[in-house]
């Protein structure tokens, strides 16, 4: 059998000081940007039942972001909406399967995606050590930005239901659905599964396993920049962020997650400000969190929060 | 529209890496420092394929003396390329030589051309010839010949890893001794795409869906690339991983394809659980290649 959890273990992420006033000045710095909302139908990924659309809008950096907007075609007036973030290799999927189920979905690429990609491109393996050594140009800090507007997306909608908007996402779209929730008050229910980006410092050590090695590589290469790095990396690690969370939040971690280390699932868990928190944690699963068996608990998770119903599969 | 005869399959084939032996490879080689590690050498690796079309790889090349054996992961359905695949051990590297390839149109091998996902999988489907598979499978053949130069790969321990085009690759080019596959996109497709709405294989619904005249072109040319057709000409010792039961390539589904193999086969049955099927592809390789202690080279939280 493989080791568990050690359940003395404790995170050596600690929020900065000057952590909110450094994220209030970005968001000053993005809410300045207009938006520039547009979608453009397209016909061929469309149905009968679900209507598909390239979504595109701009954030800080005046970077022009690129997302996958699906809607059912037969919709009430003011329809509940999802926000689906990506996996760090992934591409991002096109959200039917959400719309199929009752909701406005954006599957949103943040820069550096593919289709997102023309104004900032760091490339993978890359982007997650891209300016690492400062919190100011570091590359997740446009990242960040660009996963939080998707909500202004949706609101810009008048078929979304701006008072039933939920976020979820596995791996890195974990992570991002962490933040996300914490940083923007108008999302109502949050389902992360195997949250990357939450515990770096802590994941570097207990995994040697991509990405997190990518920074592994760096400071190996680059031992200098370690004061530096770690500095930055408070700055943009989802512990930090859990505390502002206060909608309900459903996280799922496997125990055997070999990507990001179930230790670090546990200590973001441990912070998390919402009193409606729950956590899954899988045993005999890897980075997949159980999903299997999960993805009915998120289904009921956003029917009950968003769709006010109790759904069972 | 009929079904493509086995021989006209075999002649398309014959014909694709004929012209894929007019381009030599070229290749050129880069260390890359920030990757490297006490135990590996990284290297970024460009070549030429069919087309002409210069791809992109990660080769990977333990310290110490060889030869190793080698795992070559044949390009994937996604625009990332990775050096080993997410979650692998690092440690992997220390005993492997890794190859991993961008076929046409992935990240590093995406001039002049870039391949959307999803669209890769419709993107010139009316015919055979325009097909963009036909380069992608060239481009994975190119690699695993590339591969085989090496003084450091040992040729009797060569897996060849990855989804479709690893059994494709295994096929069509001579010297993979074990491959790993899991098939996703070229196994009965036609018939099972209707079957799912999820992609990538929603993708060709979409196409026929979009485009009614060209549907019958589209199967006709995904026959070319059914892996049933493939099948007979591997030799090697195959693990083939099967999804769980119930799902649209459970064991049930692919049994033609196990009986239709030449070499050894083993069929694993997907747990649903990235760690259990994870630790199953580790060892079974291990063993295939002769390494007595898988533990060392195994993720830290999947070690006993």
């Known amino acids: 059998m493989p080791k568990t959890v050690a359940p003395s273990y404790q995170s050596k992420v600690r929020k900065p000081d000057d952590f909110d006033a450094f994220w209030d000045d970005v968001m000053r710095e993005a809410n300045a940007v207009p938006l520039e909302p547009e979608l453009v139908p397209d016909p061929l990924r469309s149905s009968e039942d679900i209507e598909v659309f390239h979504a595109f809008y701009t954030s800080i950096d005046r970077l022009r972001v690129a997302a996958w907007y699906c809607r059912p075609a037969r919709r009430a007036a003011r329809t509940p909406a999802i926000v689906l973030l990506p996996g760090y290799q992934m591409d991002p999927p096109i959200p039917k399967e959400w719309a199929r189920k009752g909701y406005a979905s954006l599957s949103v690429a943040p820069r550096g995606k593919l289709r997102s990609n023309r104004q900032f491109n760091p490339g993978y393996p890359n982007l997650l050590t891209h300016n690492m050594v400062d919190r100011h140009t570091y590359a997740y800090r446009g990242f960040y930005v660009d996963t939080w507007r998707s909500v202004d997306f949706l609101l810009s909608r008048p078929e979304v239901d701006a008072a039933r908007i939920g976020v979820t996402g596995s791996s890195q779209g974990g992570g991002l659905t962490i933040t996300t929730a914490a940083m923007r008050p108008e999302v109502r229910a949050a389902a992360a599964g195997a949250p990357y980006l939450c515990g770096f410092t802590d994941a570097v050590e207990l995994t040697h396993t991509y990405p997190y090695e990518e920074i592994n590589d760096y400071l190996r290469l680059h031992p200098e920049h370690r004061a530096q790095v770690e500095e930055t990396l408070a700055y943009f690690d989802g512990i930090s962020f859990a505390d502002r969370i206060s909608c309900p939040v459903i996280v799922n971690i496997g125990l055997q997650d070999n990507v990001c280390p179930p230790e670090t699932g546990f200590a973001l868990f441990d912070r998390i400000g919402s009193a409606d928190k729950r956590l899954y944690p899988y045993d005999g699963h890897g980075h997949d969190a159980g999903r299997a068996k999960h993805s009915a608990v998120v289904d009921q998770f956003f029917a009950r929060h968003l769709l006010g119903k109790e759904v069972s599969r | ?304």
């Open chain 2, 1 to 304: 529209m009929t079904e493509p005869t086995s021989a006209a399959v075999r002649e398309f084939w014959k014909g694709t890496l004929e012209t894929l032996a007019r381009y030599p490879a070229r290749p050129e080689i880069e260390l890359l420092p920030l990757r490297s590690t006490p135990f590996a050498r990284l290297f970024g690796v460009r070549l030429t394929s069919l087309g002409p079309y210069r791809l992109f790889g990660y080769l990977s090349i333990p310290t110490g003396a060889g030869p190793f054996p080698t795992i070559y992961y044949a390009p994937k359905y996604q625009s990332v390329l990775e050096i080993i695949p997410q979650g692998t051990a690092n440690l992997q590297r220390s005993r492997y030589v890794t190859f991993a390839l961008a076929g046409r149109g992935q990240r590093n091998a995406d001039t002049p051309y870039a391949a959307m996902f999803p669209g890769l999988f419709t993107d010139g489907i009316e015919t055979p010839a325009s097909y963009v598979f036909r380069g992608i499978a060239a481009d994975s053949v190119r690699g695993l010949e590339y591969l085989l130069t090496r003084p450091e790969v040992d040729p009797s321990r060569v897996v060849v890893a990855g989804n479709d085009l690893a059994l494709i690759t295994a096929a069509l080019a001579a010297g993979a001794t074990h491959v790993v596959t899991t098939p996703a996109l070229f196994y009965k497709t036609a018939a099972l795409a209707p079957k799912t709405q999820a992609y990538p294989l929603e993708e060709l619904n979409d196409y026929v869906r979009a485009y009614p005249a060209r549907a019958e072109a589209a199967r006709h040319t995904l026959a070319y690339w059914d892996l049933l057709g493939f099948a007979p000409g591997v030799t090697a010792s195959t693990l083939l991983m099967a999804g769980a039961p119930g799902t649209l390539l459970d064991v049930a589904a692919l049994q033609p394809l196990a009986a239709a193999l030449r070499g050894s086969v083993t069929v694993y049955e997907s747990q649903q659980s990235l760690y259990k099927d994870g630790l199953q592809s580790e060892r079974w390789m291990a063993a295939q290649c002769r390494i007595e202690d898988v533990q060392s080279i195994l993720p830290q939280r999947w070690r006993e």
